[in-house]
Nanobody
């Protein structure tokens, strides 16, 4: 079983940047997929970006060219660099790790984009 803890959320002005972190309690090499999702008020949780161990990375159209997923294997940490933020990016952001068809989620971190 894995534990995921997100951090790095906050309030940022439109056009600004934030980097989210997701600390994983197990070696991230063991997971078949790692990703970020978000959920805005009154909306369903949606995919932001998903990266498979096989090397396939899929971004939501709404964040392509602005958000970048990366990881530090030594620190077992997943990152989401978010640039050119827009008010519509406001949401709770969750990281997810998949191992043997089991999904593990973090508790989420709030990102608010507002002037």
């Amino acid at each position: 079983q894995a534990r995921l803890v997100e951090s790095g959320g906050g309030l940022v002005q439109p056009g600004g940047s934030l980097r989210l972190s997701c600390a994983v309690s197990a070696s991230i090499f063991t997971f078949s997929a790692l990703g970020w999702y978000r959920q805005a008020p009154g909306a369903q949780r949606e995919l932001v970006v998903l990266a498979t161990r096989g090397g396939i990375t899929t971004y939501a159209d709404s964040v392509k060219g602005r958000f970048t997923i990366s990881k530090d294997n030594a620190k077992n940490t997943l990152y989401l660099q978010m640039d050119s933020l827009k008010p519509e990016d406001t949401a709770v952001y969750y990281c997810k790790a998949t191992f043997s068809a089991q999904d593990y989620w973090g508790q989420g971190t709030q990102v608010t984009v507002s002037s």
